[in-house]
């Protein structure tokens, strides 16, 4: 079992930036992990995802405005999210992959409003 917590979510206003953190149990090495988010009355949608070569890739919606990263030793992924804009407000969570199966954090909320 791996448990993820995530925080950094909040209110920002339209064209600024927050850092999310995803703190998992146990050690993210050699594990891949991605970020998803999901608005009311719509689908869950992929942000942006690192394998465990540290290769990473993003949804055509956020690239060049997100950044995935990981802190191994601090067993932590975050999202980097800049230029934010009102239509990225929605419930932003982690997701984790090992061989055991997948595993998915509570959510944070991200509310981009003047």
């Known amino acids: 079992q791996v448990q993820l917590a995530e925080s950094g979510g909040g209110l920002v206003q339209p064209g600024g930036s927050l850092r999310l953190s995803c703190a998992a149990s146990?050690?993210?090495?050699?594990?891949?992990a991605a970020w998803y988010r999901q608005a009311p009355g719509k689908e869950r949608e992929f942000l942006a995802r690192?394998?465990?070569?540290?290769?990473?890739d993003y949804a055509d919606s956020v690239k060049g405005r997100f950044t995935i990263s990981r802190a191994s030793a601090k067993n932590t992924v975050y999202l980097q999210m800049n230029s934010l804009k009102p239509e990225d407000t929605a419930v932003y969570c982690c997701?984790?992959?090992?061989?055991?199966?997948?595993?998915w954090g509570q959510g944070t909320q991200v509310t981009v409003s003047s």
């Open positions: 997701y984790l992959r090992n061989w055991m199966g997948d595993y």
């Open positions: 146990r050690s993210i090495v050699s594990k891949l």
């Open positions: 690192i394998i465990p070569s540290g290769a990473t």
